[in-house]
């Protein structure tokens, strides 16, 4: 026996102050960004402690003109497309339209200096945009009281910029984590139908609508208003629509026409613009969207509203959007970072959001994040650093000075065609499928927030799919799927009985593998799972169970309760007369196991290092004169 | 090499109502209830069924006069420690003590009937009690309006028993494992804390106090009305609570003479009601009860107040209570169970708590449970069946229609002492010195109950700690503690390198063991802390890693979030030009590789059953001739 040589390791526990280190290292540094240049001389390590913080430092001195052609082409495409999705998302946040541009403005340079990926592109996003009119328009009409009400937009994207920069500071990006990807597709799909809806109302031409999101109340409006209807809004709607998702459709066929897509919407905007103007449409029905002042950002500190009577709502407004827009951007930035083999810090990244929103709260600007759409357009039209943010920013300053007024002339049926079709994207029906294909609790996840959402609102959907997934994972928690293990014939290997039916199971010896950290929360079912296996293992053998070996490799932690089972379990076994074996207990829980004399009691010779080395020694101790049949058994397992 | 024969399993997945239905198993029958009677045939399976939601069939035929002896003995012992609890909690509650005598006569033969433990004894909680108080004292008076209080009390206790029956119908006793041990030690430290303040009240002689249950407020009360202070009762109290104290520490010290604590509370009232008819106590500044009428408990089932105004309260008190006394009750039942080598019934012990406090609400009881003190009486009075709780029904039934006017005797300050013996004894400090110990978490979880519970109110203790333990419990989901194998020489086994230094790391090969489910809570972790392995693993050896192995034995279940990730943790090693090997997938986690096509990407060779197996796969593949030191090793290996 080849392993005779090596025991257990009964070693002295670590001292707390060395465990709780690297659990706290585990906890909110796994990835330890300080690795690089833990052995660097002071001056290197304050010079890449500076770069660390301002990633900024660390490109710009190797970045030349090779790079600034790439980024300035992806600035510019951006730019086409940041300017109509400005305006149309202020819309949708019932914001004045010039707010949309002032956001594109601030907010990417800020970014490029603190931001450390080199795919995202900065600029507003719909779900937020429709959600903050959502959350601030029930406690301030944005129609009675439009200055109120975009001093409170300004005040909750400050509290956003101060809750991302507190969860980045204090390495909470985990937090994202709680977010999966199924409730992600869910509410993201059902924003998208619920927004979608709401262009209703400038493709139709209506002028009444309802402030409600959900389907039922729209599809009600709809009706009510049906009379408001102008076809020549339906028409114009109609034929922009076409053009956006053929265009769309070439760049799926074609991946190398991707600036087709990218550049149909300013082709759209600027067809209307014409039309509006030439043909003179306002007068045929087709409103416009009208009063877009030059000039840049004005400063708008002095609007921040601490009012304790809006307090609570602006503080739950900012939080809740800032959670969606962080993991709107930290999703997509990672997506575009593994498929370019780039590493990217959710945490940094967080705190590069949360500046860009404090900066943006002084500057007339409105919550910004890492859109999904821009952020793909940018990609595909070969980005190379944050430098295409900056390229943004500086196209943006040129069209709020020279170009503004221009853009007055922007038809609303093309701003609500050009939502309609981004949206259209966002329904992610194969993903969907996917889920119910392959996982339908995710499935389930993912349609309470679409469902959620679509028929009830934005943070109830977000609520009930988030609420799902954490029943999801305490149930993993509280279940954890032992299973027997039997031994497959002519090796030295034992697997679970059930997915390998052809192992042989032991005479008088059962040998249980338990997965995941035994704790309160399982302890009790761990318990009466492992005793139900010994009634079934003699019900279905002639022998009684003897030995009972219970395999942790992978029990990775425990805590008081999960000890006190095994004490517990100990006892119960002891008057059942069957013996308890543990074996390849991991080093934290074979360290709360001695301090809790556990060890003591059940003895060191019950510890064993593989199942093989528990089982032989077992077969030493049963009763051999008793049972005929173990003699053999053990010369064939001796030989494997 | 003998394991060749053997693949790893890529049969069929299986449907999914077939896991489904498993699942569900697991969850809510997890100890498999109708095993015993599943192969019987219909009129056996009719009558077993019936014994099993009603447990009196089971053990009463059995019964005999030998076994009645026991019970009758420990019957009349629990007897005697009721009737001064009873009324002492009553009290607690602020309600007339009469309503303490009725909730023992009652319910235990509800119990009787319907419960599965053999050791619980059916009274009345002082931590509940107290909790009912502060609950719906903060709605209703019990000094201004009692009759209405008093009701409000019964419909709680309505509420209770319907929410128990729903919890226990349901399986949902699952719900008792989310409050950890260490949190029930803390809550009950604090409560017992806190109680034992309030009877200063009692032992002082005061006449005036707060009814706030806070350290501070108490003290700040004791010191406002210390001039209330009368000698005679200080000096009674501090004898009953010395005579008390003397004898508990007799049966610590003697087992045998546990009749001495148990009798010792009927001793110290039956003095103290001596002293108060015979010394006229009461002129001397000693208050008694007073007001006991003879009579069994009146039908209150139209006392039951469903008003709009006090429902959200009545329900509150009804849940938080029900909830406390359930997991007290389940707790003391199942740890006398352990003792005694039997099982209890989780769901059909709280089905039974149910039962009892809702016929309870219908004959002027309030809540009941299994008390702690109370059980352990039984069972050292060496009690056999739920009999006794049958012996104490009917004792206490004597005892309303004969001698409840005897009580009213009962000084004040002898109910004082007694409750104030009885929780010192439920502050465990070997306990909480054992946590910190062991396991500084729990340790803190608990000291979060105990301060929350003393210095702030009882519920926010509770929330306080349960939210710690939620907290805890999601962050081992988080962060799961992957390790990095090592080989141990001249074995076949690999193990936790850091746990096991003397192992040995192979050249170009990284072995991952991963613990515990891996779903949207941790696989970015999961990713970033692997792609760290790869860096560090660079650092440390001059050979780059080209084989990275997962060993998944210890990962019983995975969701789309997890496949998804391996999937990307695929592609981006492909970028680095290292080859993704798997070891040992579970069932569940290899049904849903092979639905997400995961298998099909990396192909079924990277799939193995066993690291040595998959080692000897990745050495073949190695080229050999750039690495010279891969030949001995690998003979080396093949020998082993």
Chains 1, 2 share one sequence.
Not at 79 to 99: M, N
Not at 100 to 123: C, D, E, H, R
Not at 143 to 166: C, E, M, N, V
Not at 410 to 426: D, F, Y
Request: hydrophobic residues 45%; proline residues 4%; glycine residues 6%.
């Amino acid at each position: 026996m080849a392993n005779s040589r090596h025991m257990v390791n009964f070693a002295v526990p670590r001292r707390f102050i060395t465990t709780f280190k690297k659990d706290c290292k585990e906890t909110f540094f796994p990835d330890d960004p300080f690795r690089k240049f833990r052995h660097d001389r002071p001056l290197q390590k304050f010079k890449k402690t500076v770069q660390y913080f301002i990633p900024v430092f660390e490109w710009l001195p190797a970045y030349n003109f090779r790079l600034l052609r790439y980024d300035l082409l992806a600035g510019i495409t951006i730019t086409t497309l940041a300017i109509p999705q400005g305006i149309s998302y202020a819309k949708l946040a019932d914001l004045p339209p010039i707010i949309g541009l002032y956001s594109s403005f601030v907010p990417p340079f800020i970014y490029a200096l603190f931001g450390s990926s080199k795919n995202l592109a900065v600029g507003t996003v719909a779900a937020c945009s429709l959600l903050l009119h959502e959350t601030l328009g029930a406690a301030v009409s944005s129609k009675d009281d439009p200055t109120l009400y975009l001093h409170l937009i300004f005040t909750s994207t400050f509290f956003t910029g101060i809750f991302q920069t507190a969860l980045g500071f204090s390495r909470l990006g985990i937090l994202v984590d709680f977010l999966s990807h199924s409730t992600i597709t869910g509410f993201m799909g059902g924003t998208a139908i619920i927004i979608c809806l709401q262009q209703l109302k400038g493709l139709l031409g209506l002028k009444h609508f309802t402030t409600d999101t959900d389907v039922v109340s729209v599809i009600k409006a709809v009706f009510r208003y049906k009379d408001e209807c102008k076809w020549q809004s339906v028409v114009a709607g109609l034929v922009f629509l076409c053009f956006l998702q053929t265009a769309r459709y070439v760049r799926q066929r074609k991946p190398k026409l991707f600036w087709v897509s990218a550049i149909s919407p300013m082709a759209v905007v600027v067809a209307g613009c014409l039309y509006a103007y030439f043909g003179k449409g306002e007068q045929h029905g087709i409103a416009i969207v009208g009063d877009l002042k030059k000039g840049l950002n004005p400063i708008s500190i002095h609007y921040l509203n601490f009012d304790s009577r809006y307090l609570p709502v602006t503080i739950r407004a900012g939080v809740v959007t800032g959670l969606i827009a962080m993991v709107e951007g930290i999703a997509i930035g990672r997506s575009f970072a593994i498929i370019k083999n780039e590493q990217v810090d959710g945490n940094k990244e967080i705190i590069a959001f949360g500046f860009m929103n404090i900066v943006g709260s002084f500057t007339s600007c409105y919550l910004t994040t890492g859109p999904f759409s821009k952020t793909a357009v940018n990609v595909s039209s070969g980005c190379k650093s944050a430098m295409s943010n900056v390229v943004q920013g500086a196209c943006m300053m040129l069209t709020l000075l020279f170009l503004a007024p221009v853009f007055s002339y922007t038809p609303l049926v093309a701003l609500a065609a050009i939502i309609t079709s981004a949206m259209l994207g966002l329904i992610n029906y194969e993903e969907m499928y996917h889920l119910f294909q392959v996982d339908k609790f995710d499935f389930l996840i993912c349609m309470a927030a679409f469902f959620g959402v679509s028929f009830k609102s934005m943070d109830v959907g977000l609520l009930l799919s988030v609420g799902l997934s954490l029943l999801r994972a305490l149930l993993y928690v509280a279940r954890p799927a032992p299973c027997k293990l039997g031994k497959l014939p002519e090796t030295s290997l034992y697997r679970d009985a059930e997915q390998y039916p052809e192992t042989t199971s032991l005479e008088g010896i059962l040998v249980i593998q338990l997965g995941s950290p035994i704790y309160f929360a399982n302890c009790t079912y761990i318990r009466e799972r492992i005793l139900r296996y010994i009634y079934e293992e003699n019900d279905a053998s002639q022998t009684e169970v003897e030995h009972l070996l219970l395999d942790l490799s992978g029990v990775s932690s425990t805590d008081m309760s999960g000890i006190e089972t095994f004490i517990e379990l100990g006892r119960v076994l002891k008057g059942k007369n069957i013996k308890l074996g543990i074996v390849n207990p991991r080093i934290e829980v074979l360290e709360k196991m001695t301090l809790a004399k556990f060890v003591n009691v059940i003895g060191k010779q019950a510890f064993h290092l593989s199942v093989e080395e528990a089982i032989q020694y077992c077969r030493f101790t049963l009763d051999d004169t008793r049972k005929p049949t173990a003699e053999p058994s053990f010369r064939n397992d001796d030989a494997a």
